[in-house]
């Protein structure tokens, strides 16, 4: 076991790092979580959590408080976006409250749960105050790290460092430790524009909800929308490609008319969703990424999360990646002695999936927006949607 002594700073106090120092508190490691935002919220929206994420949630000991706080979808049907006929259903969470493998074999999706982000948030922050109240620090905003003696002393904008043993980079996609690994690995924009908002179930009529989760799929448009907080709330994601995104933040205010404008050749479904959006509730993002890489750590730094693996959210499997790196993670700090072997195994056991991940959530994309991808599975390796759920982060080989 790398030894319980040394000191880890996490940078980044998104689902990443959150649930990154969750797996090494549990085995008994000092952590700092460094975060540059003053207040820890998340944009209101919702997110999926795929069965091999709820595998690694369970083992870390707080997959009671997520199903609590989530949505258990029952089916999820493809429909037509213009039309809003129901191309096809799948069962979802049939019977059985549980992401088992060899359970069922109804869907590969068995077991997902859909929770409210900030629900999200707030639990991982509890797990991970209660083992240390002073192990997150709000207002660092972190600007780069030397090397003293063999240890890193992290720098932040505030004017003060902090001498750590070991950096995990959890900085999302615009990370500046990436960068400094890797050099200018640009961040791109990748040719989507996404639109979220929330809605209240009350304000809906109950029939128009069915079933519970549905994608509309129609040429270049893709609008998802599905139930969150024991289902009082319905979260939505419209996306749309763009050529470019003119705007020089990654994430905007929209409003309720932009959203009609954009979605206004949709079914009547999407429209009635989007007249009953909570205005203050209406936000755009220019989804962004960088190409797969090949090195994530130096001796006593890695990646981890959206920082190693930027991806398209149309497998709704970021925040998964990033939560099952911090099981892997830690299950390597368990079985290797020193940070640098800790972080080489991380590395070399992560990037084949992580890729294929990212890859197969790009072509989840052009098959969702209607464009051809006969080419892109002849030149890049992807897993199906079963593959990928199928991983157990916990009991996975090393
Ligand atoms: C529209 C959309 C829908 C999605 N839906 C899903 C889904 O359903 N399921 C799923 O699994 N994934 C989904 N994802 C992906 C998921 O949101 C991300 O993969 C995940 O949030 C990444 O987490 P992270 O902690 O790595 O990065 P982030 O969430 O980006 O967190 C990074 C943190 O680091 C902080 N930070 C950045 N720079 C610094 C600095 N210099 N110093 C200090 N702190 C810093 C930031 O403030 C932030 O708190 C979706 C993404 C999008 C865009």
């Known amino acids: 076991m790398v030894p319980k002594e040394i000191s880890i700073t996490i940078i980044g106090a998104g689902i990443g790092g959150l649930t990154c120092a969750i797996a090494l508190q549990k085995l008994g490691y000092r952590i700092k979580v460094f975060e540059q935002a003053d207040e820890l919220k998340e944009i209101g929206a919702g997110l999926t959590i795929p069965p091999n994420a709820r595998r690694a949630i369970k083992h870390l000991g707080f997959e009671k408080e997520v199903i609590q706080a989530s949505y258990k979808p029952h089916k999820a049907a493809i429909k037509d976006y213009f039309s809003g006929k129901t191309l096809e259903e799948i069962k979802i969470n049939p019977k059985r409250d549980s992401c088992n493998q060899n359970q069922s074999k109804d869907s590969p999706i068995f077991g997902t749960l859909q929770i409210h982000r900030a629900d999200f948030q707030s639990i991982l922050l509890n797990n991970i105050l209660k083992k240390d109240p002073n192990s997150i620090l709000l207002n660092h905003e972190f600007t780069n790290f030397t090397i003293h003696n063999g240890s890193l002393v992290c720098h932040f904008k505030n004017n003060t460092s902090f001498k750590t043993d070991a950096l ?153 990646m990033a939560i099952e790196d911090a099981v892997i993670l830690a299950r390597f700090f368990l079985k290797e002695k020193n940070i640098k072997d800790a972080f080489t195994r991380y590395e070399q056991n992560r990037i084949d999936r992580t890729t294929m991940v990212m890859h197969s959530a790009e072509l989840n994309g052009l098959k969702l927006s209607g464009a051809s991808y006969t080419n892109f599975i002849k030149e890049k390796k992807v897993y199906t949607e079963e593959e990928v759920a199928e991983y157990n982060p916990v009991e996975a080989a090393l």
């Open 168 to 320: 995990i980079a959890c900085d999302g996609n615009k990370s500046l430790v990436r960068e400094s690994i890797n050099g200018n690995d640009k961040l791109n924009y990748l040719g989507y524009v996404a639109w979220r908002g929330l809605i209240s179930a009350s304000d809906i009529p109950s029939d128009l909800i069915q079933p519970d989760t549905a994608t509309f799929v129609g040429k270049e448009k893709i609008f998802a929308r599905y139930k969150i907080r024991s289902g009082q709330l319905i979260n939505y994601v419209g996306f749309s490609k763009k050529n470019d995104w003119k705007n020089e933040s990654w994430s905007v205010q929209s409003s309720i008319e932009e959203l009609l404008s954009e979605f206004g050749d949709s079914a009547d479904e999407i429209k009635t969703l989007i007249r009953k959006t909570q205005p203050n509730q209406c936000y755009k993002w220019a989804l962004a990424g960088r190409e797969p890489v090949k090195k994530w750590s130096t001796e006593n730094l890695t990646l981890l999360g959206d920082a190693a693996h930027p991806m398209l959210p149309f497998l709704g499997q970021g925040a998964a």
